[in-house]
């Protein structure tokens, strides 16, 4: 992506097949941090407006979903009036938000009819992409549930609560999100409990950090809260911190297999494609770049005990902790605007997100030259933050000991 400095900042793609037809996008005003002016707030409350009265004034899930579908066509007005691809996906988060607040909504409805009114206090969370605010129009869903049990004993809370996790997840999956092939989800036990279940299961986690309990540790890491009560996430995320600081060595493993990612870039800046299968001679640039980016800056805004869940909110955190050059900064904001560049283009492209299998893949010989060379760009910006981290986990460890 090329940036124009200037009075006013720009930023020119490179040229690229919109509908048959080649064009480039000018991103207009924009910061070295991805931040649009001040002049397109405008449009963006406009069409923000419009599209969650519609969520509000929704009264099934099958009208969420045809909202749901509108997302692609919504984030391509975004698109041409010179948002970048972090504020695109940023903004599309308040919209699957909105959705996500309907639907338990309606679940809510649903038990207050049956005669349940002892609801227990509770907050719903979204991991993943959606708790980083980096989903595109279509993505699985990724939730957990904390909750306090009240005057309540604790099988009848956990009853209520398992009861609410269920309709909410299959809620969601009406309203266009599918079940998570991983079970990361409320309805798992796993993933749901009381906030002193939650500190115990996150000590586990994180006092034995064998791979799977690693893997959970990140996961939970992208925690955002997006309805119920807000106070009991704030205590959820306090103790997860306090733990990280009490048991470091979660993060020091991390960061030593963070180099060790692959990335489908060898000598000579050769991309390497898939052999076989459906995506034979493509490259995977959500595996093959793009996570290996995320994870990166995701240790070390858990080493810096950072708040924020975004990529984006991270990196303004970490560059000041890292005393990151200018340089630096917008070489990193320009490999995760290339990466969500290409997930928002190829998610655009399908009718419904429900009918196909998540994609992440990109021909690299249907890409321009300039195209090709961003894409690579991209992935060696990536590499080296894993080898950076790799590094200052071995002084982590070092310090440690």
Not at 243 to 262: D, F, N, T
């Amino acid at each position: 992506m090329i940036r124009l400095k200037g009075a006013v900042a720009m930023r020119l793609t490179a040229p690229f097949k919109r509908f048959g037809e080649w064009s480039f996008l000018i991103y207009r005003n924009i910061g070295w941090n991805g931040k649009v002016g001040e002049g397109m707030n405008y449009f963006w409350e406009k069409e923000s407006q419009t599209l969650l009265m519609a969520i509000d004034q929704a009264m099934d899930t099958e009208t969420l979903r045809k909202i749901h579908r509108k997302l692609p066509e919504v984030a391509g007005s975004l698109e041409k009036n010179g948002y970048s691809p972090t504020e695109i996906t940023s903004r599309m988060g308040t919209w699957h938000d909105a959705i996500f607040r309907k639907v338990l909504k309606l679940a809510e409805e649903k038990f207050l009819r049956q005669g349940v009114s002892n609801l227990p206090r509770y907050c719903w969370l979204v991991l993943g992409s959606n708790g980083r605010r980096e989903a595109t129009f279509w993505t699985d869903q990724d939730n957990a549930l904390i909750y306090e049990r009240g005057e309540l004993d604790a099988d009848a809370a956990e009853e209520i609560i398992a009861t609410l996790a269920k309709a909410m997840v299959e809620g969601l999956a009406e309203a266009g999100y599918p079940l998570c092939q991983g079970n990361v989800m409320a309805t798992n036990p796993r993933w749901r409990g009381t906030l002193e279940e939650w500190r115990n299961r996150l000590k586990e986690w994180v006092s034995d950090p064998q791979l799977d309990h690693a893997r959970y540790t990140m996961i939970a890491s992208d925690a955002r809260a997006v309805a119920g009560d807000a106070a009991l996430f704030q205590q959820w995320r306090t103790d997860f911190h306090a733990l990280l600081g009490q048991y470091p060595g979660v993060l020091i493993k991390e960061a030593q297999r963070a180099s060790y990612r692959r990335i489908p870039l060898g000598p000579f800046s050769r991309l390497y494609t898939e052999v076989h299968g459906p995506y034979a001679g493509k490259v995977d640039i959500k595996e093959g770049g793009y996570l290996q980016l995320v994870e990166s800056v995701r240790l070390w805004a858990l080493r810096f005990r950072l708040a924020e869940s975004s990529t984006s909110e991270r990196l303004k955190g970490i560059s000041q902790e890292l005393s990151w050059s200018i340089e630096k900064e917008e070489q990193v904001w320009g490999a995760l605007d290339t990466f969500l560049w290409w997930r928002l283009s190829i998610h655009a492209g399908w009718e419904d997100g429900l009918v196909k299998e998540a994609d992440n893949h990109l021909d690299p010989e249907r890409l321009t030259k300039r195209e090709r060379s961003e894409l690579k760009g991209a992935m060696k910006v990536a590499t080296s933050l894993g080898k950076e981290v790799h590094k200052c986990g071995d002084d982590w460890d070092a310090s440690v000991g």
